[in-house]
C-alpha cells in the first residue's frame, strides 16, 4: 500500500491548513493511498508545545523588528532555504534534546511511508536523517478551485445582495486589532456587510458581539471558520494580515486585500509583491482603513482591476500539483 505521512507545526494555523490541503488532495486522486497528517508539536512534551509557538507570536507583536532583521539575514535562494531549515532544526534539536524528539521519530518509523512532506521547517533535520523526501511551500486546499453559486451563498449567511461585504481576518489567534478595524469601517459611505472571524479568540468573538448592536454596519461574527472557501468567495475586499497561506486562497478566489500593518520579514515580502501585482493595498494606520476601503468601493474599475491581477497571480491548483510531485515520487519508487 502506498503510504504518504504529512508532518506540519502548529506555529499558527497556516501550516497546519497546508497540510490538511495536501492530505485531501492526495485522497481525492487516489483513494486507496494511506495519508496521515501529524503536527510535529503533538509529539514532544507539553511545556515545549505551549512555550515555543507562543515565543514567535510574542517576538513578532512585540519585537517585529527583530523577526524582520532574522528574516533579512537568512532571505536565501530556495536550495540555500532547505539547508538552512535543516541547520535551524538541528539546533532545535540540540536545545530540545534527542528524547523530546524520540516520539516523533518513533511514529515516523512506525507509520513507515514511501514519502514525507513538511508545510515547516521545523521536523527537517528528523526527516533528513530518516532520509525521508520534501520541502514544499504553500498549498491551496482544492475546494479553493472549485465553482459556487455566489448567489446561494449569500443567502445562507443572510446577505444582501445589493450591500459590499467585507471579510476582516483576527488570525487564528485572533489577535489582530479587530476591533479598531471594525470601528474604522464606520467610516465607509453608506452601510456594508462585515464578515468578522475572531479565529480561536472566544473573548474577542464576545466583544464584537456587544459592540455591533452600537455600529451602523451589519456585522456577523465568526469564530474559527472551517467554511473559509465560502466567506471568501462572498465578499468583495478581505482585511487581513499578510500570511502565506490567508493571501495565497484569496488569490485563488480572485478577492481584492487590503493589508494592515505587514510584520518584517515574510509577510512584508508578502505585502510587496501583491502591492506590485496590483491584487492588494496596504495600511499602516487604522483610522484610514475605512477611507481606504471606501476609495475601492466607490471606483469599480478599480476594483475589477484588482480582481484581474488577483486572477493573474492566483494559483488555485497548488495542492493539485504537489500531489503530482508527491506521486512522480511514489510511482518511481523514489524516496
Known amino acids: 500500500m502506498k503510504k504518504v505521512l504529512i508532518i506540519s507545526a502548529s506555529f499558527g494555523s497556516g501550516h497546519v ?3 490538511e490541503a495536501v492530505k485531501k488532495a492526495l485522497i481525492i486522486r487516489d483513494s486507496t493511498i494511506k495519508v496521515e497528517s501529524i503536527d510535529a508539536l503533538d509529539y514532544s512534551d507539553a511545556v515545549f508545545k505551549k512555550v515555543l509557538p507562543s515565543l514567535y507570536l510574542n517576538i513578532v507583536n ?36 534527542k528524547s523530546n524528539a524520540a516520539p516523533l521519530i518513533k511514529h515516523i518509523k512506525d507509520f513507515n511511508s514511501q514519502i514525507v512532506v513538511c508545510t ?15 520541502m ?5 486546499d482544492p475546494i479553493f478551485s472549485e465553482q459556487f453559486d455566489k448567489g446561494k451563498i449569500r443567502q445562507k449567511f443572510n446577505l444582501e445582495k445589493s450591500l459590499p461585504a467585507i471579510l476582516v ?3 487564528a489567534a485572533g489577535r489582530s486589532p479587530f476591533l479598531e478595524i471594525i470601528e474604522s469601517l464606520e467610516d465607509v459611505q453608506g452601510t456594508v456587510q462585515i464578515l468578522a472571524v475572531a479565529g480561536n479568540n472566544k473573548k474577542l468573538a464576545q466583544k464584537l458581539e456587544i459592540a455591533k448592536a452600537k455600529l451602523k454596519n451589519k456585522i456577523t461574527v ?4 472551517r467554511n473559509m472557501h465560502e466567506l471568501m468567495r462572498v465578499s468583495d475586499i478581505l482585511i487581513t494580515k499578510a500570511g502565506g497561506l490567508t493571501v495565497s486562497e484569496a488569490l485563488s478566489v480572485d478577492l481584492p486585500m487590503l493589508i494592515v500593518s505587514p510584520y518584517p520579514g515574510q509577510e512584508q515580502a508578502n505585502a510587496d509583491f501583491l502591492i506590485e501585482s496590483g491584487a492588494a493595498k496596504i495600511v499602516t494606520n487604522i483610522d484610514l482603513i475605512g477611507y481606504k476601503v471606501n476609495k475601492i468601493l466607490s471606483n469599480p474599475q478599480e476594483l ?17 500539483e504537489v500531489v503530482d510531485i508527491i506521486f512522480s515520487y511514489l510511482n518511481h519508487g523514489r524516496a
Open 17 to 19: 491548513k497546508a497540510a
Open 136 to 140: 514544499l511551500n504553500c498549498y491551496i
Open 169 to 171: 481576518l483576527g488570525g
Open 120 to 134: 515547516h521547517f521545523f521536523p527537517m533535520k528528523i526527516i533528513s536523517e530518516l532520509k525521508s523526501a520534501g
Open 304 to 320: 475589477s482591476r484588482m480582481r484581474l491581477n488577483c486572477h493573474k497571480i492566483a494559483k488555485p491548483h497548488a495542492a493539485k
Open 222 to 225: 465568526f469564530g474559527y471558520a
Open 62 to 97: 512585540k519585537f517585529p523588528w527583530v523577526w524582520g532583521y532574522i528574516y533579512d539575514r537568512y532571505n536565501y535562494s530556495q536550495e540555500e532555504i532547505k539547508e538552512l531549515g535543516v541547520k535551524i532544526s538541528e539546533e532545535i534539536k540540540y536545545v530540545i534534546g
